[in-house]
T-cell receptor
Framework: AQKITQTQPGMFVQEKEAVTLDCTYD???????LFWYKQPSSGEMIFLIY??????QNATEGRYSLNFQKARKSANLVISASQLGDSAMYFC???????????????FGQGTILTVHP | SAVISQKPSRDICQRGTSLTIQCQVD?????MFWYRQQPGQSLTLIAT?????????ESGFVIDKFPISRPNLTFSTLTVSNMSPEDSSIYLC????FGQGSSGYTFGSGTRLTVV
């Protein structure tokens, strides 16, 4: 069963506008983490933002914020004031807490290609 | 977060040959994760490498095809054996951030493999 779902294969946004990338997840574990990564055409994976399942407030990192709705099991990424350099593939990922001495593996969604128009 | 050196960055290989990918981390980490990203696809975990024990492979991946070594807490290798064009992918290593004081998993820069 798909644990992370990104329903938007592609998104377009005008430069300087905000855009929301959707992510829903499925887990029965009360302790988990949600991540967003950016992958430009070079292929590197760039960590953007993290939200823990017990965090009371939505995570923010500069122009990135995570709209965490626990009851709906959604963790949407909001990019404010889009820039041309934001054009890339974006992945949502989840870590389920295995306990012990590991943070555990990541499960990734299918990704959303974001294109920023000038 | 850990600084990772992954080599080679890219390679073009003949079918039937093998390629070993190296991942060096600047700090000791408990586990190393190896992922594959097929063209146009998402990342899929191949295996988890723990020092001193055999790697744990995900469904669909076997040790004979993807042998992994983890000789110490800062280094790991992944070998892609008896390659076929279907193995053309980006391969990425990612150290477990446990104990690193960071919530974010970092990744090596990736190895872009093309099998001809």
């Amino acid at each position: 069963a798909q644990k992370i779902t990104q329903t938007q294969p592609g998104m377009f946004v005008q430069e300087k506008e905000a855009v929301t990338l959707d992510c829903t997840y499925d887990t029965s574990d009360p302790s988990y983490g949600l991540f967003w990564y950016k992958q430009p055409s070079s292929g590197e994976m760039i960590f953007l933002i993290y939200q823990g399942s017990y965090d009371q407030q939505n995570a923010t990192e500069g122009r990135y914020s995570l709209n965490f709705q626990k009851a709906r099991k959604s963790a949407n990424l909001v990019i404010s004031a889009s820039q041309l350099g934001d054009s890339a593939m974006y992945f949502c990922a989840m870590r389920e807490d295995p306990g012990g001495t590991s943070y555990g593996k990541l499960t990734f969604g299918q990704g959303t290609i974001l294109t920023v128009h000038p | 977060s850990a600084v990772i050196s992954q080599k080679p960055s890219r390679d073009i290989c003949q079918r039937g040959t093998s390629l070993t990918i190296q991942c060096q981390v600047d700090s000791q980490v408990t586990m190393m994760f190896w992922y594959r990203q097929q063209p146009g696809q998402s990342l899929t975990l191949i295996a988890t490498a723990n020092q001193g024990s055999e790697a744990t492979y995900e469904s669909g991946f076997v040790i004979d095809k993807f042998p992994i070594s983890r000789p110490n807490l800062t280094f790991s290798t992944l070998t892609v054996s008896n390659m076929s064009p279907e193995d053309s992918s980006i391969y990425l290593c990612s150290p477990d951030p446990f104990g690193q004081g960071s919530s974010g998993y970092t990744f090596g820069s990736g190895t872009r493999l093309t099998v001809v």
